[in-house]
């Protein structure tokens, strides 16, 4: 029985006779390269509420269980757009050690992609370091004046700090915020989509500004839990809202331009566990006028490394002959060469 034209055989045959058209040309198609990124963030936040929604699930017992599943969901959707995105790119060869590359997971100069970015992005921080150091000062001022020091205290302290630290592995929200969200937003808004945006053919101050956009607007499932938590008043929901997808928008772009200058996913996610970790930078402080000091010269430090801590000579043995989205890559010389 033949099929009709605009069977879904049909529809499969077409995007495989266009990726690899593509795959020829070296390119991937502008709008195709945006819809696939629009896609891949629109299903990043959607698939959280899929097994409510569409597989009908009776609602978690726990919050534990309720966050476990949203875990799977994202590393679902972490999955699937790396396998979309490595079939739409057209890589050179389909070896998964080379596309790994391309997206950023490499093992060589990975001390470089750890230190560096996270002391360039704790310059930002300047302020508040200096404040938790005033802080802890202060602590461990109180706590020996009322407590001599000896054996004993120094065991109940590291008692003390271990009790601490189990409770913190133990939380829920701990691996959210540092490891599975990072991760998997990492993975889908810088790995996939940062490759797509440039083999589409865009600039790449223009991927650095737009795929932050994607990454901002997949925030905006919070806007219902911060409706809630600001007893449903809906202006000051908006500003809090606001805000977020601002700071989202400033360090998600900061998180591309880390990925395209190093061609390392850790570098970005290494910034994104410190970020989430540290919140928003403190600006002032009432405790003492030095940390606004220290703020602005961390703030002019940053600015001043920023470009020499991110140099790709210091990611890559040959800044002429590697593998990563730098504008400096043998592969993004060669697609250059193929739209001339």
Same mark, same amino acid.
């Given at each position: ?32 390269? *945006?819809?696939?990124? $629009? ?5 990043? *936040? ?44 057209? !890589? ?22 750890? *230190? ?15 404040? #938790? ?95 809630? #938590? ?9 500003? !809090? ?24 996913? $850790? ?74």
């Amino acid at each position: 029985m033949p099929f009709p034209p605009f069977s879904s055989l049909g529809l499969l045959q077409l995007l495989q006779e266009e990726a690899s058209a593509m795959e020829r040309d070296g390119v991937v198609s502008q709008p195709v390269a *945006v819809i696939a990124c $629009i896609a891949m963030a629109v299903f990043y *936040v959607a698939i959280l509420y899929a097994p409510t929604v569409l597989l009908r699930l009776p609602p978690p017992p726990s919050f534990k269980t309720y966050m476990i599943r949203r875990f799977l969901c994202a590393v679902v959707s972490s999955v699937l757009s790396l396998f979309i995105s490595a079939l739409i790119l057209p !890589v050179q060869t389909k070896e998964l050690r080379h596309i790994l590359v391309v997206f950023g997971i490499r093992r060589d100069h990975i001390w470089q992609a750890v *230190v560096l970015p996270l002391c360039l992005t704790s310059l930002m921080y300047a302020g508040s370091i200096f404040l #938790k150091c005033l802080l802890l000062l202060a602590s461990w001022r109180q706590h020996s004046s009322s407590e001599a020091l000896s054996l004993d205290s120094f065991k109940c302290s590291l008692q003390r700090f271990l009790d601490w630290l189990s409770v913190i592995l133990s939380n829920i929200l701990v691996w959210r915020n540092y490891v599975l969200a990072p991760l998997t937003e990492e993975l889908v808004f810088r790995a996939c989509m940062i490759p797509l945006l440039l083999c589409g053919g865009l600039k790449t101050y223009s991927a650095i500004l737009l795929c932050p956009i994607f990454f901002s607007l997949a925030h905006l499932n919070h806007f219902l839990e911060i409706y809630a #938590k600001q007893n449903y008043r809906i202006v000051k929901a908006a500003m !809090v809202i606001g805000l977020q997808l601002g700071y989202t928008v400033v360090f998600g772009s900061y998180a591309s331009f880390l990925f395209i200058r190093t061609g390392h996913l $850790i570098a970005p996610l290494v910034a994104h566990i410190y970020c989430n970790f540290m919140g928003l930078p403190v600006l002032y402080s009432q405790r003492s006028g030095i940390v606004s000091v220290t703020f602005i010269i961390g703030f002019l430090g940053f600015l001043w490394l920023l470009f020499p801590m991110t140099g790709p000579e210091l990611y890559n043995d040959r800044i002429d002959n590697c593998s990563c989205w730098q504008s400096y890559c043998t592969w993004r010389e060669t697609i250059r060469m193929t739209q001339m």
